[in-house]
C-alpha cells in the first residue's frame, strides 16, 4: 500500500540566495543535480517492528526510500514548498515512528513538516521537524509527535532514541561548524581581555554553549574572537540560529548601528551634553528643527530609518510627570525593575550592612527616624514600620565594594544608595529619604562616608532632590541591565537549554513542555557575548559599572537562588507576600495590594503552574515514576553540576524525586524563559528610552554648597542636571541599545500559543487549550484594572499603562506581550 504524504520545506527567497551566512550555494549542486541526478531520500522507521538485522544501528525496520520529485535548491519560492510524497506500507512494517532523512547537496535545506495523511488503523501521522538538514550532518532521524517516557519508548524506536541523543551531545573536542547541532558546556573565556568567568569560587558563572573556537591565551585560557557583523557567524546549534528574515529584521533596523555607534566622524558632531531637556525632546519624531538636524542623515539616519528616535511612552502624554516623586516610586512596583523593592522590618531600622566590617568597616546606613518622620502622612516611624508602611530599594551593598575602582578608574561620578518609600493610604507609594554612600578616603576598612537627602520641590534644594534621585536611578538602572534582565534570565536559562538537548529526548513529554521556551536564546546570547557584555562593548561603554559590569554580575551571582527565582518565593523574601501564596486566592497577603508586576506576575505564574502541574500529572502518575526517570535524573544532575556547576553543593536545589518538585522545578524556567523576561525586557524602551528618566551614567558628585556646580544648580539647573548624567553620545547609544532589545519580532510566538500537532495525546492539547483560554481571560484582566482609576499604579502620573505582562504583543515597540521565549 501506498500512503499519501507531504514534506514541507520553508520557502526560499531572492533574499536567501544572497545570504552572506550562506556558503553552501546552489551553484555547488548544479552538476550534482543535473548529471548524478542524486535526491533528498526519506525513509520510514517502524515503532512496532524492531530489524534483526545487526547492521541496523536504528533498531526499527526500515521502508523503502522514496525521494522528493522536482526538488532543487535554486529556486526562490513565494511560499512554503510542499512536495506530495507516497510512503510504501504494509501490517507487516506497524506504526511508522521514525524518519530517515538524506541530504545529498553541500545546499542546505529547512525542512518544517512530513504528514502520512492515513496509516489504517492509526490515522494521520505527523512529523514536526523544524531543522536544517545538512549533507554533513548524515542521515538525519526525525520522530512523531508522539511522547513517550523513556520506559515506555517502544523497543523499535529505543536506538533511535540513543543515537540521536548521541549525536545531540557530540565528543566534546573540537572546532563546531556551521551546520553541527552539538550541545555542550564552556565557561564565560570569550569576552576579550575580561576574567574568565566560571568554574571558579573567584568568578563563579553559568555556562554557555563551547564553540570550539581556539583559545588565545593558554595561560589566562581565553578563547579566540572573530566577530564579523555581515556573517553572524558566532557557533550555536544550526537549529538554534537565527532564521534569515529575523537576521534580516536585525540588519535593516538597528543592530549594525549598535555596534558601530561609536566613531569618530559621529564623536565630531556630538557635544559633551544637552543643553536643556527640550534638545533631548528634539531628537524624537516629533521634535523640532536645532543643531542636530545638521547630521540628521549621517548618524540618525544610521540609527532610525525614520531619521530620529520614536517617542517613548514615558513622555508621550506628559513631558514633565516623569521627574515626579510618585513616578520615580513607582516604577519601582511597575517600571522596567520591579523586582527589588522589599519590605523594611521593624528590626531593620536603621537599615544594616551584610558586607563584612572587617574589610568594610561600618557600612550601615545613617538614615534616622527624625529624617523620614514628617513625610509619614501623620504616622511615627514606629507605626510606619509595625504597620508595614516603610520599604526600601536598597543599592548600597552591591555597589559598595566596586565603588572606589568605578570612581577611579572610569569616567563615572557615582554613589551606593539607599532609598526608603512610605506606602499611602492609596496604595501609591512615596520617597521619604534617599542615602548616597562614597567609600572612605582614609580606606576601606573606615566604613562608607554617607549623606542623607529627603523630599523638597522648592529652590536650589528641590535641585539637589532631583539629582538624588537620578543617582538612585543610575544605579538602578545599571543593575537592572546587567542582573534582572542579562543575568537572571539571558544567562541563567542558558545552561537548562544545554542540558534539555543533551539528555531529553524530543518524544520525551518535559522536552516537548520545555522546548518552545527556548527559542532563539541561544542566538542572541552568543550576539550578546560579541557585542553587549564583552570587553569594550555596549554595556561597558553605556553603564556606570564600566569594565567591571560583567566581574560584578559574577559577584552576585554567588547569591543566586534557583527557588527565589519563584515569583512567590520571591514575593515572600522581599517581605512584599506575608505569608506564602499558594494560589490566586493568597492575593491578599500582598503588603502593596496594587502591585502591577507582583499582580499580574502571579496571575501569569499561576495560569503556567496550572499548566504544568496538568501536564506532567498526565505523565508521571506518582512520584516513583519521576524518580525512576533516567532521561529526567541524567537532565536534573547534569544541569545541577555542570551548568550551574559552581552553585552545584547549593542546597536549595530541588532533588528531582517527586512530581511537585518537577512541576515547581519546569514552572520556574518557563517564567522565567517568558513572563519574568518579557517584565524586564520590553519595557526598555517606554521608560529608558528617555535617558533622563533612566540614566546609565553620572559624572560628577552632587554639588556642595559654595562650589561653581552648585551655583551652576541654582542658575540653570536644568543643564547642571543634564552635565551630571549620561552625556549626550552615550544618551544616544544607550537609546539605541534600549530601542533594539524592545522590539518584538514578525516572527514571535507568544505564551499559550504554540504549533498545532505538536503532540497526539488529547488530554494535554486539551490543558493547552484551558492554558490558553487562561491568558485570555488575563488579558481582559488587565485592561480593565489599568481602566479602573482605583489602580493608580498601573498608570501613573505618566499615563502608561502596565502592559508588560500583557499576554499578546505586536510587532515593534508595543511595550506589551510575553513571547514564549527569550528571543531578543
Known amino acids: 500500500m501506498k500512503i499519501p504524504s507531504t514534506v514541507v520545506l520553508m520557502r526560499k527567497t531572492e533574499k536567501d540566495f544572497n545570504d552572506p551566512d550562506d556558503k553552501w550555494s546552489a ?103 523544524n531543522s536544517w538538514v545538512y549533507q554533513n550532518q548524515g542521515s538525519r532521524i526525525f520522530f512523531s509527535t508522539k511522547a513517550y517516557l523513556p520506559r515506555d519508548t517502544p523497543e523499535a524506536l529505543r536506538k533511535c532514541r540513543e543515537e540521536e541523543l548521541r549525536m545531540l551531545r557530540g565528543n566534546g573536542e573540537g572546532k563546531l561548524e556551521v551546520w553541527d547541532r552539538v550541545y555542550d558546556y564552556a565557561v564565560y573565556n570569550d569576552l576579550g581581555r575580561l576574567p574568565v568567568l566560571g568554574d571558579s569560587h573567584e568568578y563563579p558563572y553559568p555556562r554557555r554553549g563551547r564553540t570550539g573556537r581556539p583559545i588565545l591565551d593558554h595561560k589566562e585560557k581565553t578563547e579566540s574572537r572573530n566577530f564579523k557583523y555581515d556573517q553572524f557567524n558566532i557557533y550555536v546549534p544550526r537549529d538554534e540560529q537565527f532564521s534569515r528574515h529575523k537576521k534580516s529584521e536585525f540588519r535593516d533596523n538597528k543592530w549594525k548601528s549598535l555596534i558601530h555607534a561609536v566613531s569618530p566622524v559621529i564623536e565630531a558632531y556630538i557635544r559633551d551634553e544637552f543643553e536643556s531637556f527640550q534638545e533631548i525632546n528634539n531628537v524624537y519624531d516629533d521634535g523640532t528643527s536645532n543643531v542636530f538636524d545638521s547630521f540628521t542623515s549621517g548618524f540618525f539616519r544610521a540609527i532610525s530609518r525614520k531619521g530620529k528616535f520614536p517617542l517613548p511612552q514615558v513622555i508621550k502624554e506628559d513631558r514633565a510627570a516623569w521627574g515626579r516623586d510618585e513616578e520615580f516610586a513607582r516604577e519601582m512596583i511597575a517600571g522596567l525593575n520591579p523586582l527589588l523593592i522589599r519590605l523594611l522590618k521593624e528590626h531593620e531600622f536603621p537599615p544594616l550592612s551584610k558586607l563584612d566590617p572587617e574589610f568594610y568597616g561600618n557600612q550601615n546606613s545613617c538614615i534616622t527616624k527624625q529624617d523620614i518622620q514628617s513625610n509619614l502622612d501623620g504616622l511615627s516611624a514606629e507605626q510606619a514600620l509595625k504597620n508595614k508602611r516603610l520599604f526600601i530599594l536598597d543599592h548600597h551593598d552591591s555597589v559598595m565594594p566596586y565603588l572606589r575602582k568605578i570612581n577611579k578608574e572610569t569616567k563615572t561620578k557615582t554613589y551606593a544608595s539607599r532609598t526608603l518609600l512610605f506606602l499611602r493610604d492609596d496604595n501609591t507609594l512615596k520617597p521619604v529619604a534617599i542615602e548616597l554612600s562614597l567609600p572612605n578616603e582614609k580606606g576601606d576598612k573606615f566604613g562608607a562616608v554617607s549623606k542623607v537627602y529627603t523630599p523638597t520641590q522648592d529652590g536650589v534644594e528641590g535641585h539637589i532632590w532631583q539629582l538624588a534621585k537620578a543617582y538612585v536611578a543610575v544605579v538602578d538602572t545599571g543593575h537592572h541591565q546587567l542582573i534582572s534582565h542579562w543575568l537572571n534570565s539571558h544567562a541563567a536559562i542558558e545552561p537548562f537549554i544545554i542540558a534539555t538537548n543533551r539528555q531529553l529526548s524530543v518524544v520525551h513529554p518535559i522536552y516537548k513542555l520545555l522546548h518552545p521556551h527556548y527559542r532563539d536564546t541561544m542566538a542572541i546570547n552568543a550576539l550578546a557575548r560579541e557585542v553587549l557584555v564583552n570587553a569594550g562593548g555596549v554595556l561597558e561603554t553605556t553603564f556606570y559599572t564600566g569594565q567591571y559590569s560583567m566581574e560584578m554580575s559574577s559577584v552576585i551571582y554567588r ?55 496538568d501536564y506532567c500529572s498526565f505523565y508521571y502518575k506518582v512520584d516513583g515514576m519521576v524518580q525512576e526517570d533516567p532521561e529526567l535524573q541524567a537532565w536534573w544532575k547534569e544541569l545541577r553540576e555542570v551548568g550551574h556547576g559552581d552553585k552545584k553543593d547549593e542546597p536549595w536545589w ?37 535617558s533622563p528618566n533612566r540614566p546609565t551614567g553620572s559624572r560628577r558628585f552632587m554639588p556642595e554648597k559654595g562650589t561653581p556646580e552648585y551655583t551652576e544648580l541654582a542658575n540653570n539647573p536644568e543643564k547642571a542636571f543634564l552635565k551630571t548624567i549620561t552625556p549626550q553620545l552615550t544618551c544616544l547609544q544607550g537609546m539605541t541599545l534600549v530601542e533594539t532589545l524592545s522590539q518584538q519580532s514578525s516572527e514571535e510566538v507568544y505564551l499559550g500559543t504554540r504549533e498545532d500537532n505538536w503532540t497526539t495525546d488529547k488530554e494535554p492539547l486539551s490543558y493547552f487549550k484551558a492554558f490558553h483560554d487562561r491568558l485570555a481571560e488575563i488579558e481582559d484582566e488587565i485592561t480593565s484594572m489599568n481602566e479602573d482609576g482605583k489602580w493608580k499604579n498601573r498608570v501613573g502620573p505618566v499615563k502608561v499603562p502596565y502592559t508588560l505582562l500583557f499576554p499578546t504583543g505586536e510587532v515593534g515597540l508595543p511595550g506589551k506581550g510575553i513571547p514564549n521565549s527569550i528571543s531578543i
Open 654 to 690: 530541588p532533588k528531582m524525586q517527586t512530581r511537585e518538585e518537577l512541576i515547581e522545578s519546569c514552572t520556574i524556567i518557563i517564567w522565567l524563559a517568558s513572563a519574568f523576561h518579557a517584565a524586564v525586557n520590553f519595557g526598555q524602551y517606554a521608560y529608558g528610552g528617555y
Open 27 to 129: 551553484l555547488h549542486d548544479a552538476g550534482k543535480i543535473l548529471f548524478l541526478q542524486k535526491k533528498v531520500s526519506l525513509k520510514l522507521i517502524s515503532a512496532d517492528i524492531v530489524d534483526s538485522n545487526p547492521k541496523n544501528k536504528y533498531g526499527g525496520k526500515i521502508g523503502s526510500e522514496i525521494h522528493l520529485k522536482g526538488w532543487n535548491n535554486r529556486s526562490a519560492y513565494l511560499e512554503d514548498r510542499t512536495f506530495h510524497v507516497y510512503f510504501e506500507w504494509d501490517e507487516d512494517f506497524g506504526t511508522p515512528g521514525a524518519v530517515l532523512v538524506h541530504n545529498p547537496y553541500e545546499s542546505e535545506f529547512y525542512l518544517k513538516t512530513i504528514t502520512l495523511q492515513d496509516v489504517p488503523g492509526r490515522g494521520p501521522i505527523h512529523f514536526l521537524c
Open 559 to 613: 547569591s543566586w537562588n534557583f527557588m527565589e527565582q519563584s515569583l512567590p518565593n520571591d514575593l515572600k523574601k522581599r517581605g512584599i507576600a506575608d505569608g506564602d501564596i499558594n494560589s490566586l486566592k493568597d492575593l491578599d497577603k500582598l503588603v502593596i495590594e496594587d502591585y502591577p508586576y507582583a499582580v499580574d506576575g502571579l496571575k501569569i505564574w499561576f495560569a503556567i503552574k496550572k499548566w504544568v502541574s
